[in-house]
């Protein structure tokens, strides 16, 4: 079994910062790509930031410069450092990542935290 753990949501004026955490535990061979999604009400998921075992990262044009996605290979954690919020940031934040639990032959499946709710307003 495999778990994805969120913290770090919560309740931020505009302008003000978050840093999202997000830890995978359980039977894990080798993490791949790790990334955070965001839903808001009446819209779909989409991708806010993603980032490889090897450290590229890739982000949604509505957050370049004030996201910063990073990971710590060792804890098997990602993060999500968000400066300068704005109402629109206002969503529930998912962790996603894509895990090889086999350390035989490759048995790879996409996984899902439970959700952070990021409030900002004033």
């Known amino acids: 079994q495999v778990q994805l753990v969120e913290s770090g949501g919560g309740l931020v004026q505009p302008g003000g910062s978050l840093r999202l955490s997000c830890a995978a535990s359980?039977?894990?061979?080798?993490?791949?790509?790790m990334g955070w999604y965001r839903q808001a009400p009446g819209k779909q998921r989409e991708l806010v930031a993603s980032?490889?075992?090897?450290?590229?990262?890739n982000y949604a044009e509505s957050v370049k410069g004030r996201f910063t996605i990073s990971r710590d290979n060792a804890k098997n954690t990602v993060y999500l450092q968000m400066n300068s919020l704005k109402p629109e940031d206002t969503a529930v934040y998912y962790c996603?990542?894509?895990?090889?639990?086999?350390?035989?032959?490759?048995?790879?499946?996409?996984?899902w935290g439970q959700g952070t709710q990021v409030t900002v307003s004033s």
């Open positions: 996603n990542a894509v895990i090889d639990i086999s350390n035989g032959p490759r048995v790879v499946y996409n996984y």
């Open positions: 359980g039977s894990i061979f080798s993490i791949y790509a």
């Open positions: 980032i490889t075992s090897g450290g590229s990262t």
